[in-house]
């Protein structure tokens, strides 16, 4: 495990444990649909925020990898978005089931949301073939339509 994993590591642990601090200013009752909402955009802001730290610290590096083109999508935006839009078909439907959240729910559903982000990192939808890889680090690859073969 990297230092860099490490780190992150460690910050969700915090997050989990400091959003005991934040229960009093969440509701204690939300709908489904805007649960999965809530945390499909928790898991892109995790993605973006993982991936614009690894374009600074490849950019700083002297002599890095020149980027490559592929026809792919990184697993947790593919999957931030699905439960965006499944989040506001569930709310735009009018469904409303709602759902009693304690404190351990709140911080268990932040914990679950942030440990599916990092154990997605390194994968990325492969959209020809249509394929699931383990590519870590690929923040050089870039996608491109067509690709060299």
């Given at each position: 495990?990297?230092?860099?994993?490490?780190?992150?590591?460690?910050?969700?642990?915090?997050?989990?444990?400091?959003?005991?601090?934040?229960?009093?200013?969440?509701?204690?009752?939300?709908?489904?649909?805007?649960?999965?909402?809530?945390?499909?955009?928790?898991?892109?802001?995790?993605?973006?925020?993982?991936?614009?730290?690894?374009?600074?610290?490849?950019?700083?590096?002297?002599?890095?990898?020149?980027?490559?083109?592929?026809?792919?999508?990184?697993?947790?935006?593919?999957?931030?978005l699905t439960g965006v839009?499944?989040?506001?078909?569930?709310?735009?439907?009018?469904?409303?089931?709602?759902?009693?959240?304690?404190?351990?729910?709140?911080?268990?559903?932040?914990?679950?949301?942030?440990?599916?982000?990092?154990?997605?990192?390194?994968?990325?939808?492969e959209l020809w073939p249509?394929?699931?890889?383990?590519?870590?680090?690929?923040?050089?690859?870039?996608?491109?339509?067509?690709?060299?073969?």
């Amino acid at each position: 495990m990297t230092t860099r994993e490490k780190t992150e590591v460690g910050l969700i642990a915090t997050f989990a444990v400091g959003c005991a601090w934040l229960v009093p200013y969440l509701p204690w009752r939300i709908s489904l649909g805007s649960l999965i909402l809530a945390c499909s955009v928790l898991l892109m802001v995790q993605s973006l925020v993982r991936d614009l730290y690894a374009l600074w610290a490849y950019r700083r590096r002297a002599g890095g990898e020149p980027s490559r083109a592929m026809r792919c999508l990184c697993m947790e935006s593919a999957v931030g978005l699905t439960g965006v839009v499944s989040g506001l078909l569930v709310l735009g439907s009018g469904a409303s089931y709602e759902l009693e959240m304690s404190c351990w729910a709140w911080s268990t559903s932040l914990l679950f949301t942030l440990v599916l982000g990092f154990a997605l990192k390194d994968f990325v939808l492969e959209l020809w073939p249509l394929r699931v890889r383990r590519i870590e680090n690929h923040e050089q690859i870039r996608f491109a339509w067509k690709t060299a073969t």
